[in-house]
């Protein structure tokens, strides 16, 4: 199972456990030499351990998307409106953490323009200004 871990600013770890819940991939992103010294050296190398682990620091922890396919954020992002081959182009251009943070986001989204009564921007758009780096909360 794969899981992308972030905290509270643009940094993520990337972890991918096996069968047998052992650690078997770490990827990093846009973090510090601190966090890589702290990631690395408190970081479960057992998967039954990271919840705790996220607590206990404060850390956001997300299960990620198998299928990062186009046609299945085309379906996750649910509004089909604009031009979707150009939107399938942005896609391709993501590289495979940013497709998995993208579907992260996505019902994050979904909720806050749902929350604020706001029209949903077109999948195109969304891509294009990368928005889901944007943090959604709700009051």
């Not at 922890?61 to 992002?77: G, I, P, T």
């Not at 986001?105 to 909720?111: C, E, F, L, N, V």
């Amino acid at each position: 199972m794969r899981y992308i871990i972030t905290g509270k600013t643009n940094a993520s770890v990337v972890l991918e456990f096996d069968e047998n819940e052992l650690l078997r991939f770490i990827e990093f992103k846009e973090n510090t030499l601190k966090q890589l010294n702290f990631m690395l050296s408190n970081l479960p190398a057992m998967e039954s351990e990271l919840e705790s682990f996220v607590v206990l620091h404060k850390l956001k922890l997300n299960r990620v998307q198998q299928d990062l396919s186009f046609e299945s954020f085309w379906n996750a992002y649910k509004y089909k409106v604009g031009k979707k081959a150009r939107t399938e182009r942005l896609w391709n251009s993501l590289d495979k953490l940013e497709r998995e943070l993208v579907f992260i986001a996505i019902p994050k989204y979904h909720r806050f323009i749902s929350s604020k009564n706001q029209e949903s921007a077109y999948a195109e758009t969304w891509l294009n200004n990368r928005m889901w780096e944007n943090e959604y909360h709700l009051k």
